[in-house]
């Protein structure tokens, strides 16, 4: 059984951080890729950054760059680094797991759409106050 668990969320004030980790148990994740999204009540569950498990490549959307950062932490974990945090950057951060998605060759357009990824977790509710 695969199992995708987040943690780290919470409340921070605006230009605070926040270390979200993913924790993946019953696969290994050698030919995929993983990825963050979020979403705000009411609106559409959005893209916010992916990497290639293997080769390495990480990919953000234009509204975290330069702010946050993927990375692999362990052979099962990844995690979000997210510095200078604003009241936008607030919603529910989901982690999801793409299975083959290391070989996707196109780019950042492999990991935008939620049906790239196979598997999911609960989310995390990250709350960042004015």
Do not use: H
């Not at 290639?52 to 950062?69: I, L, M, P, Q």
């Not at 797991?97 to 995390?124: H, K, L």
Request: one cysteine or more; a neutral charge.
């Amino acid at each position: 059984q695969v199992q995708v668990v987040e943690s780290g969320g919470g409340l921070v004030q605006a230009g605070d951080s926040l270390r979200l980790s993913c924790a993946v148990s019953g696969r290994n994740l050698r030919s995929d890729a993983m990825g963050w999204f979020r979403q705000v009540t009411g609106k559409e569950r959005e893209f916010v950054s992916a990497i290639r498990w293997s080769e390495g490549s990480t990919y953000y959307a234009d509204s975290v760059k330069g702010r946050f950062t993927i990375s692999r932490n362990s052979e099962n974990t990844v995690v979000l680094q997210m510095n200078s945090l604003k009241p936008e950057d607030t919603g529910v951060y989901y982690c999801a797991v793409a299975y083959q998605g290391d070989y996707c060759s196109v780019g950042i357009e492999c990991f935008v759409a939620m049906a790239s990824f196979d598997y999911w977790g609960r989310g995390t509710q990250v709350t960042v106050s004015s």
